[in-house]
Nanobody, 127 residues
Framework: QVELVESGGGLVQAGGSLRLSCAAS???????????MGWFRQAPGKEREFVAG????????YYAESVKGRFTISRDNTKNTVSVQMNSLKPEDTAVYYC?????????????????WGQGTQVTVSS
């Protein structure tokens, strides 16, 4: 498994922005670019949900309908990082956000296909 560490969470007012980053490390024998990467979130009392995903080279990005047009996922394979820029934040975006790595080829939106998960970072959006 690859080790993932998220950063960048915090408290922000509605309409504000945050940028979450995730750094990957670990001796897996696989390069970072061999993983598709995703961001998921889980709000209190709710199930974990897909937020955004990106393919191996960063050419294709996928978003949940609830964040489309507001969030942008990107990756830097030279630095082993993946980020999500979150703009126009809403109180309903409040959740713990998780970075995850996917070695496979299945639906990038399905959390079950991910092999490694970070510890999560809290994002709180006040109204």
């Amino acid at each position: 498994q690859v080790e993932l560490v998220e950063s960048g969470g915090g408290l922000v007012q509605a309409g504000g922005s945050l940028r979450l980053s995730c750094a990957a490390s670990g001796r897996t024998g696989r390069t970072f670019s061999s993983y598709r990467m995703g961001w998921f979130r889980q709000a209190p009392g709710k199930e974990r949900e897909f937020v955004a995903g990106i393919n191996w080279g960063g050419e294709y990005a996928y978003y949940a309908e609830s964040v489309k047009g507001r969030f942008t996922i990107s990756r830097d394979n030279t630095k082993n990082t993946v980020s999500v820029q979150m703009n126009s934040l809403k109180p309903e975006d409040t959740a713990v956000y998780y970075c995850a790595a996917n070695r496979g080829y299945g639906d990038i939106r399905n959390g079950r296909g991910y092999d490694s998960w970070g510890q999560g970072t809290q994002v709180t959006v006040s109204s």
